[in-house]
């Protein structure tokens, strides 16, 4: 069976190179999340969308070994900037999973959101122009959580989510549900997507709790990445991340 676009066996071949096909791919994911963003403001408009009532302390993960351990590791090697992007990406990705009634293993998805950059820390494995970020930090997480020893198949989850999040939209029928969390807390937190499932209070809570600081620095948006890996296709057709990330707008 041909492994899943952006997996960590799917870049055993070629390290996040995207092929024709796969840039199609990818161009079609970007062309999905606009056109849902559309609908969506149609129907916020329409009084169709009703975030759910939570808070922060509702999505808390939880205190198993797994959470400290990754947390831990995250605090070791991230920048306070880019930690708070993780956490944001985690609480984003929770709150979204709330409103589609999703079912999800709590600490492995807090281990993948609070990881999916690690490949962008100067703890990264490999060097930024010679590897997908997002395979290496996915690589570095899945063997992390094994040298922890945690289950083969958890840590798995975690390094095919960190891995494939660059694909922007994962279905879960097909990545399973951490993974498309992952994806959907993260460009939740760069652009807005699906922010209008999410209650206004919670945004702003959550935005105090883990402040935006500079994420350009932080994502190392002036960086050269790996020629043909997602990032770099992404940032040659949008121009790299907007001046102003949304989230910096919340009052």
């Not at 390290?15 to 916020?44: C, S, Y």
């Not at 891995?163 to 807005?192: I, T």
């Not at 190392?220 to 707008?249: F, T, V, Y």
Request: overall charge positive; aromatic content about 8%; proline content about 4%.
């Amino acid at each position: 069976m041909k492994p899943a676009f952006g997996t960590l066996e799917w870049s055993k071949k070629n390290n996040g190179v995207l092929t024709r096909t796969e840039q199609f791919h990818f161009l079609r994911n970007m062309a999905f999340l606009a056109a849902r963003e559309v609908t969506d403001v149609i129907r916020a408009k329409l009084g169709l969308l009703k975030p759910v009532n939570l808070d922060l302390s509702d999505l808390a993960p939880p205190d198993t070994r797994m959470v400290k351990d990754t947390e831990e590791f995250a605090r070791d090697t991230h920048t306070q900037d880019l930690l708070s992007h993780g956490y944001r990406t985690y609480y984003f990705g929770a709150m979204i999973a709330a409103y589609r009634k999703l079912k999800y293993d709590k600490e492995v998805y807090f281990s993948a959101a609070i990881l999916h950059d690690i490949g962008l820390t100067e703890s990264r494995i490999s060097p930024l122009t010679q590897c997908c970020f997002a395979v290496s930090g996915g690589h570095q997480a899945h063997d992390f959580l094994l040298s922890k020893d945690h289950p083969a198949a958890k840590a798995q989850i975690v390094g095919d989510a960190i891995s494939a999040h660059l694909n922007l939209h994962l279905p879960v029928r097909k990545y399973g549900e951490v993974a498309s969390l992952v994806a959907k807390g993260a460009v939740c937190d760069l652009f807005g997507f699906e922010k209008r499932k999410l209650p206004e209070k919670f945004k702003s809570d959550l935005l105090r709790a883990y402040p935006a600081g500079d994420l350009q620095v932080a994502l190392l948006s002036n960086e050269e990445m790996a020629p043909g890996s997602r990032l770099d296709i992404g940032r040659k057709l949008s121009g790299g991340l907007p001046e102003r990330i949304w989230i910096h707008d919340i009052k």
